[in-house]
């Protein structure tokens, strides 16, 4: 614990300016990021005695060990600049709304030739309209589906549509009048975004004038007895309007607006927003937070915009955002948000009327939504508290594992060997940490001698990071590193407990690794995937933990997250390895180069007969490159024949891609069958009770 006096920076030294200050602790990590209209009065806040700042304020300060500061022109800079470093930085003491999901929107990709409806999650695509968010995505496709038949637009995925294409044939959707089959050319290009146009704008709350034009069409074609074209108006107005029931009016003067509500305790806070686009309840979303700062509600109310509307722009910025409190700096923060809309943003509580009787069934969501994650979270923090009290127990530590780190290794019969480190802190996945190894001091199949390669290489990391920092010095500040930004370091931060994947072998070559390194402050044990025993380094019997223990749910669950993460960079590193072919070497040679070559000659066999002066031929290909081209070539092995399996004949390469040769089929030897080549499979043998099978599963400890 640092004494806050100790980095107290001198009196003069805080300009009496807008600013954002940043406080690190020892390991040169941010931990707390603020804004100030005064760095000079908010900064002498934090250095008062400790017994007159609040609880969390104290801790924060006494974890720091150093404080910084910009200097900026206006509250509004600050604004952002805080925004900005809170995101990069992720500290631990500002407080951070996380959402447990993604929430679905609906989107039209207006920035394809033929606009496409679809339910989207994540992060929002430059030229795509969005709608929502929807508190579900089934709520979406209803809509959809009611409105595909006056608003024909594509729905289908672009494998599909060019299927279609190719075909000649409509999908179903096509025949059955709910999309107007650009993929067979019914529409032209132009006519479809316009449907798609006029989809986005009804969507986007302009009902009444579309509905009314509908309408007069519809009296019209009635005059002029075209009764069919009258009745299938009539039905797509009947349409449109239940689909406009499914969103009640609650505003009635056709208000875009977001409302922003908070539930809050002494310890968490829940904020609930909806969004109100022409009178109607659009979407919903909301978060929960744990009060790591001495925040108000004007404090939250803060936080909150700057995580809803800190990368959004334009439209998706509303003209009216209600809140239940202002802002400290009220003027900034709407400025700011006029900035990312471009246009005028009101930022205000609503006092009266509709607005204000909405306002109160937002709060009352996000109060409702408090109460959930609280019944949710004391059953998670109960669970996971025990866990990690358990693998104490049972391992002998000092105190509960609050960082885990699980290693596994990974390869396919001594091919591609690779290794996995996943990480677990306070009892949950962490995987910006996560990381992946090749192994590099040997070739072949050798699990052993791969883990004490793998925990070498991570822990000699950490030793250079603390020697960097200037942590070997004991009672010295360390030196200021200018090459240090206070982002998270990899592999900075050592773990109280090692978990291999395997027995008494590989637990004792990570053990080995450790003290070779002079590490004897962490924790070793291994998981053997047969009896589910715990290992421990130098003893015969292994650590039996009971089938319902919480301590072994937890370990099973760390293994097997290290298991899946080594099996897919494996598996991605052999398919890399199996697509990789000759031309590949080529220094140079692109993608879009190797297709000329490969389309011009035909097939690589064909490339390698050709000379240089036919390969400059091609365009863009010089002949410095041609020249490298015909030595790759001569210098790699032409692949074996394809063979005709049926008829036992040589095919002719006429066509072979600028790939590698695929491997022979797998043939059953009891058989004679020829079985499917799936290339993420090996055999191994596996016995249930007395009954001994044969199964295709990874290779892997």
């Known amino acids: 614990m640092a004494d806050p006096s100790s980095y107290r920076p001198k009196p003069g030294q805080i300009p009496d300016s807008p600013g954002v200050y940043k406080f690190r602790d020892e390991h040169r990590r941010v931990i707390y990021v603020g804004k100030a209209k005064s760095l000079r009065q908010r900064l002498a806040n934090y250095f008062q005695p400790l017994t007159s700042l609040h609880p969390r304020t104290a801790t924060m300060v006494t974890t720091a060990a150093s404080v910084e500061w910009t200097v900026v022109s206006t509250e509004v800079e600050a604004l952002q600049l805080e925004y900005s470093w809170i995101k990069e930085f992720d500290p631990r003491f500002n407080v951070k709304y996380r959402d447990d999901k993604s929430y679905p929107y609906l989107a039209v990709t207006m920035n394809e030739e033929f606009p496409r409806v679809q339910v989207m999650r994540g992060h929002k695509k430059k030229g795509v309209r969005y709608f929502g968010p929807y508190a579900h995505a089934w709520a ?14 594509r729905t289908c995925s672009a494998g599909v549509f060019r299927n279609a294409s190719s075909a000649g044939r409509p999908c179903l959707l096509g025949y059955i009048g709910k999309c107007s089959a650009p993929c067979v050319g019914r529409v032209t ?26 309408e007069k069409q519809m009296t019209i074609a009635a005059e002029d007895m075209e009764y069919e074209r009258a009745a299938r108006l009539r039905d797509d107005i009947a349409v449109l309007r239940r689909a406009m029931e499914k969103n009640a009016v609650v505003l009635a003067d056709a208000t875009d607006a977001d409302l922003i509500a908070l539930a809050e305790d002494e310890l968490e806070a829940a904020v609930q927003i909806f969004h109100v686009r022409g009178g109607r309840v659009r979407g919903q979303r909301g978060w929960v937070t744990d009060k790591v700062e001495a925040v108000d509600t004007a404090g939250l109310v803060e936080h909150a915009l700057q995580q809803l509307y800190g990368e959004e722009s334009g439209e998706t910025v509303p003209k009216e955002v209600l809140v239940p409190a202002l802002p400290e700096d009220a003027e900034a923060v709407s400025a700011w948000l006029s900035g ?10 609503p006092q009266r009327g509709d607005k204000k009787d909405l306002m109160e069934t937002v709060a009352r969501n996000a109060q409702q939504a408090l109460v959930l994650h609280k019944t949710k979270r004391a ?41 996995s480190m996943v990480v677990f802190e306070d009892g949950l996945p962490r995987k910006s940490e996560y990381r992946r190894f090749q192994i590099k001091g040997f ?17 000699k990391r950490y030793l250079a990071e603390k020697e960097r920092t200037g942590e070997w010095v004991d009672g010295e500040v360390p030196a200021e590193d200018p090459e240090d930004d206070g982002r998270p370091k990899r592999f900075a931060y050592p773990p109280q407990l090692v978990v291999v994947d395997g027995g008494q072998p590989q637990v004792a070559a990570a053990r080995r690794a450790l003290d070779e390194l002079g590490i004897d402050d962490i924790a070793v044990c291994g998981l053997a995937k047969r009896l589910e025993e715990v290992w421990l380094p130098g003893d015969d019997d292994p650590v039996v933990l009971p089938r319902s223990s919480e301590g072994l749910y937890l370990l099973q669950r760390v293994r097997d997250t290290a298991h899946d993460f080594a099996i897919r960079y494996q598996r991605s590193k052999r398919t890399k390895r199996i697509r990789t ?12 180069r190797k297709q000329t070559l490969i389309k011009h000659f035909g097939s690589v066999k064909r490339l390698r007969q050709a000379t240089i002066e036919q390969i400059c ?13 015909v030595a790759a070539l001569a210098g790699a092995a032409p692949g074996a024949p394809a063979v005709n399996t049926a008829t036992g004949e040589i095919m002719e390469d006429d066509t072979a891609p600028a790939q590698a040769a695929p491997a022979a089929p797998a043939v059953n030897t009891a058989t004679g069958e020829i079985m499917e080549d799936d290339a993420d499979v090996t055999a191994r043998p596996r016995v249930h009770g007395t009954t001994s099978t044969t199964e295709k599963t990874e290779q892997d400890t």
């Not at 798609?196 to 509908?214: Q, V």
Request: aromatic share 4%; with cysteine; proline share 5%.
């Open 140 to 153: 979406i496709r209803e809509t959809v589906d009611l409105m595909l038949r006056v608003f024909p637009v």
């Open 340 to 349: 990312r809309r471009g246009s005028l943003v009101s930022l205000r509580v």
């Open 189 to 214: 290009p132009e006519e479809h975004r316009e449907l798609a146009e006029e989809f986005s704008d009804f969507m986007a709350g302009r009902t009444g004038t579309y509905i009314r034009r509908l």
């Open 581 to 592: 072919g000759p031309l590949d070497a080529v220094p140079g040679l692109g993608e879009t």
């Open 617 to 629: 031929e091609v365009p863009g290909m010089g002949r410095k490159t041609a020249e490298a081209v």
């Open 443 to 459: 070739e072949g199949q050798d699990d052993v001698r791969s883990m004490h390669e793998v925990i070498g290489r991570r822990f």
């Open 379 to 419: 059953s998670d923090l109960t669970t996971r508290s025990r866990a990690l009290e358990e693998i104490a127990e049972a391992l002998d530590l000092d105190s509960a594992p609050l960082r885990i780190e699980c290693f596994d290794i990974s390869h396919l019969q001594g091919e591609d060997v690779v290794a």
